[in-house]
């Protein structure tokens, strides 16, 4: 079965600039989840999907962080305008239903660097 | 207050040696799951290990297993007879309830590193 996939893999913008990510979860999971990783520290949880409707995102910073999934299926995350400390790993997660209990499976992440 | 804390924030171990990971956790919920994820340098986070609040055995899978405690409120990652491939960030995660929407919490991670 195909993972998590994500792109880029790798992102450098200046401050102040935007920036999107992309992915594409295992194929049947309908619920989808972003995470943040800052340097030193565990994932932090941004946002999550189930199907194509936002279920959390009571960790985003709207004024900056949009995040939407149309299909049910890919989604894609924007920051704009970005700001230093948003420099991070951004992980996306998906998993097969809600069922707390099961493991979500991560993708490869996004490293995003602003100078 | 931390609801997830993971004390070793790096452990050096001789190949071939079981090594224990250690997670404390802090909730008022009575249901509630664990899980244990490994980060290589390459990113990505590798699901390894559930444990349930109720579940009354300590889960095991392969050469991974939970030392579960919930009244010290502690659920230990054991790694036996480690081997090189085993270096990499350890991260204790906790689901609680919230209404159906769930999500994890994980600690800030422990560093293993396997000496050969």
């Known amino acids: 079965e195909a993972g998590v996939a994500q792109s880029p893999r790798y992102k450098i913008i200046e401050k102040r600039q935007s920036v999107a990510f992309w992915c594409n979860p295992i194929?049947?999971?309908?619920?989808l989840y972003w995470y943040q990783q800052i340097l030193g520290q565990g994932p932090k949880l941004l946002i999550q999907f189930q199907n194509n409707g936002v279920v959390d995102d009571s960790q985003l910073p709207k004024d900056r962080f949009s995040a939407e999934r149309l299909k049910g299926v890919d989604s894609t995350l924007k920051i704009q305008p970005a700001k230093l400390e948003d420099s991070a790993v951004y992980l996306c997660?998906?998993?097969?239903?809600?069922?707390?209990?099961?493991?979500?499976?991560f993708g490869d992440g996004t490293r995003l660097s602003i100078l | 207050a931390q609801k997830i804390t993971q004390t070793q924030p790096g452990m050096f171990v001789q190949e071939k040696e079981a090594v224990t990971l250690d997670c404390t956790y802090d909730?008022?919920?009575?249901?509630?799951?664990l899980f244990w994820y490994k980060q290589p340098s390459s990113g990505e986070m590798i699901f390894l290990i559930y444990?349930?609040?109720?579940?009354?055995q300590n889960a095991t899978e392969g050469r991974y297993s939970l030392n579960f405690q919930k009244a010290r409120k502690s659920a230990n990652l054991v790694i036996s007879a480690s081997q090189l491939g085993d270096s990499a960030m350890y991260f204790c995660?906790?689901?609680?309830?919230?209404?159906?929407?769930?999500?994890?919490?994980f600690g800030t991670g422990t560093r293993l590193t396997i000496i050969p």
């Open positions: 444990q349930g609040s109720y579940d009354e």
């Open positions: 995660a906790m689901r609680e309830p919230n209404f159906g929407n769930e999500k994890l919490t």
């Open positions: 997660a998906s998993s097969f239903t809600s069922d707390p209990n099961q493991p979500q499976h």
């Open positions: 909730t008022s919920d009575q249901s509630y799951g």
């Open positions: 194929s049947g999971h309908a619920t």
